[in-house]
Structures are given as structure tokens and as C-alpha cells.
């Protein structure tokens, strides 16, 4: 083989995602790898508006059919883990291996020790076998790019989901900005406080919303920071979208997302000192930002909801600082806990969704557990289901290292992304579905993120190794 400095230089500032493209590679092979992603791309992307519009689709758009859309990313995933498949797209993974395995060992003791419904089994199981490999497919397809695609598109989004927000707070829950799940008139908002409710957002509840504008938040702190171009009049209106969300959605989940992107901003700074001074202006423009928005009534009257919603929950939970540390490691700790008095091989797979409860007793509710570990163990059992949180565990553990990493070759994009990944993949809800998306698409743009200086560097070396002037 012969190799070219020229032919090197090009295939590696193309980000394309093979490696075999690059050693021993073609123009032609290029431009076929690029074809062979097209279609996989387009999966993705629709996969994301999905997760975004599913919701609007139940409750406004074809409410006669809210059931069957709960599972409609499940289709496009099924359709984009074949084709990755089929093309060899993706690399054997050992976290998608394993939750594999461990999924079909908990179908396998759900029907011979647990409630037995194949069909409920099925549906519980679809979470471990289609949506999370389905991040490495991402990862392995997406770019640096891509994912700022993507970002610029929830920038553009926030804006007017931002304007429903606030609709759906100021207006009662029998108008049809609140119209919940299959055209539900008692509404889709949830007990907020002094009388307002949480809203939903595009979005089935309220989690959703907040979710969305957690990652809108890290997009936000990226697009300040970084040397990276993008239209400052979106960036101010997202950067208000994102200020104004926080009080209107009366979510702590949002605003400790939001605090927590904020710090992993700054440990990024602290590595890179050359940004600081964006940071500053940041910093500068939020403020004036924050303080023109608190000039305006209706915020002001959010903000009142949000203080005293944040009063009430840190009375009880006992302050700030308690009140994280419950909401994120509570759960985990007592989920072991609890864990002696369940049978050894759980009560079966699909039992702790709200889906599967409806199956097996004909009512919505939690059978099992609300907390994600307490869910997994009460359906799984403990060893399998602490094999499970493992996994999650351990892929979280990797790409935190390898975001770290990133941030010496001057990609701080994976490092902030990694401030919501750390919040929905470890013990995200993934019983719910719009969860379960975001816990996806988190983990697939922090992946995709990482091709880039990271990827160009293995790139070279392995192009070096195998080039006759090292031989």
C-alpha cells in the first residue's frame, strides 16, 4: 500500500467515521462511506424530532392513536440498528453486548419465575436491545458536526417551545395549550405551586420539557464559549429561552441540570485559560439578560411560583445541598437497600413501566418503583439488575474519561454534553419513553462529539504504523 501526506490531510479533515476508509482507502471508498451513513443520518435525525414532537402528536395532533405513538421511536430504531448492522457500520461493543445478554436472561426468568406475559416482557426488554446499543450506532455515524447540527436546531426550537411554556403556565388546564395524552381535557401539567402547574412543553409530561431545555442549557454554554460560529441574535434569544424556562417550567431537575452544566463549563475553562474571557462576556450577557426578563411581569410572577416551589420541596427535603444529593444518590442507595425482601430473579422484566402495569392490571401505575435502580432491581432481581446499573455505570465511567481527554485537543463540546449524561444515563427513568429518547440521544452526542480531534489523532498514528517509510 501506498500512502500520500496529501490523501492523509484530506480523509481526516472529512471526519469520516470508518477507519478502514482512511488506511488503504480511496477517493471512491470515501464518497461510498458517505452514502452509507446518508441513510443512517436521516434514521437519526427523524429518531430526534420524534423525541421532540411525540408528544404533540398524542395530545394534539392524532390523539385517537396516543398508544401505539408511545412506542414510535421503536420502529425507527429497530430500522436504524438493521442498517447499521447490515453495512458493518458498528464495531462489536462490549456495554451493547452485555445489555443484550442481560436482557434476554431477563426475558428468559421473567416468563419461568416472574409475571410470565411474553408481551410485557418484550416491552421492558426493547429498552436494553434497541435504544441503548442504538447510542454507539449514533456515536459511530455522528461527527462533531452532526451534533452541532443538531445543537443549532434545539436553539432554533427553544424559542418557541419556550413561548408554548409559557402559555401552558399562564392558561387553565382545560385550554388546549393543556390538553394532556389522547386529548385528555384535565390537562398534561403537574402540581407545580400557588396554584400554577409544571408544563409539558410538546412533550407527554413534564419531564420532558425539562429535559429538553437541560440539553438546550449545554448547547447554550457551548455556543458562548467555544470558537465555534453561529448566529448571535439565536444565540441571545435561546440563551433568554433557556433563562425564562427555568422559573416557567417550576422544575428543580431543570435548574440543578442547568447549575450542573454551568459548573462543567468552567472545569473546562479552568483547563483551557484562553476562553476565560468568553466565559466572562457569558457571564455578562446572561446577567443583563436575566435582569431585563425580571423586569417583565410574567416572569416575575413564574419566578414567585419557582421560589416557593423550590421552598416547600427543600423544607422537606432539607436544603439545597440535601435536596440534590437526595434527588440524584436517595433513590440509588435505597433501591440495595430495599432490595432483600424482592425474589431472586425480580417480578419480571416490563413490570415497572407504567405500559406493563396497564397490561397486567388493566391501571397506569408504578408496580414496583418510581426510582430507576429500585425498578430495574424489583424487575431483574439484584444480580441482574445491579449488572445493569453496572454497565451504565461503567459506560458513563469511560466517556467521562474520554470527554476529559478531549478537552487538551481544544473540544470542549463532549465535556459539557457529559454534564447531562451524568444526570439521565446512570439513572435516568427509562421506564418512561421520552426519558429513555433523551438518555439515547445524550449518550449518542456525547459519542458522535468525541470524533474529532480524538478520532484524527488515532487516525494519523494508526495511518504512520501502517505506511512503508515506518516499515
Known sequence: MTYTSEKSTISIQGHQQETSTFIGGTDDSVSINADKNKYLKAGIWCYFLLLIFEGALRKWGIPALSAPLLVVRDPIAIW??????????????????????????????????????????????????????LMFVIGSVFNKDDVIK???????????????????????????????????????????????FRPSGTFSFTTGNSMFFSLVGCFVLYFWVSRHNIDKLLLFAS??????????????????????????????????????????????CMVVLLAALSQTSFFQTAMEAFIARFEDASSIEGGVASSLIERYFGGMISAVINSNNLPFFGYGLGMGTNAGSALLTGERSFLIAEG?????????????????????????????????????????????????????????????P??????????????????????????????????????
Open 239 to 284: 440563551t433568554m429561552a433557556v433563562l425564562a424556562s427555568i422559573p416557567l417550567s417550576i422544575s428543580r431537575s431543570l435548574f440543578f441540570s442547568i447549575v450542573v452544566a454551568a459548573i462543567f463549563t468552567g472545569i473546562a475553562i479552568s483547563q483551557k485559560p484562553q476562553y476565560f474571557s468568553r466565559m466572562l462576556i457569558a457571564g455578562v
Open 80 to 133: 436504524i440498528l438493521f442498517l447499521a448492522w447490515k453495512k458493518d457500520i458498528v464495531p462489536f461493543n462490549i456495554y451493547a453486548a452485555a445489555m443484550v445478554a442481560l436482557a434476554i436472561i431477563g426475558i428468559s426468568t421473567t416468563l419461568i419465575f416472574g409475571h410470565g406475559n411474553l408481551f410485557v416482557s418484550l416491552f421492558g426488554a426493547r429498552i436494553l436491545i434497541l435504544h441503548f446499543p
Open 372 to 432: 430507576e435502580w429500585a425498578r430495574l432491581i424489583g424487575e431483574m432481581g439484584f444480580v441482574i439488575g445491579i449488572l445493569v446499573i453496572l454497565v451504565r455505570l461503567a459506560f458513563c465511567f469511560e466517556i467521562s474519561l474520554r470527554s476529559y481527554r478531549s478537552l487538551k485537543y481544544d473540544n470542549l463540546l463532549p465535556w459539557i454534553l457529559l454534564s447531562f449524561a451524568l444526570i439521565t444515563i446512570p439513572q435516568g427513568q427509562w421506564a418512561q
Open 150 to 196: 443538531i445543537g443549532k436546531v434545539l436553539l432554533w426550537l427553544s424559542i418557541p417551545l419556550v413561548i408554548l411554556t409559557a402559555l401552558q403556565f399562564y392558561s387553565p388546564q382545560s385550554a388546549w395549550v393543556n390538553r394532556g395524552i389522547g386529548g385528555d381535557t384535565e390537562g398534561s401539567g403537574f402540581s407545580g405551586a400557588m396554584g400554577f
Open 434 to 471: 421520552t426519558s429513555l429518547g433523551f438518555s439515547t440521544l445524550i449518550g449518542g452526542l456525547v459519542l458522535g462529539a468525541l470524533n474529532s480531534k480524538e478520532k484524527e489523532e488515532e487516525i494519523e498514528e494508526q495511518i504512520f504504523l501502517e505506511s512503508p517509510e515506518h516499515h
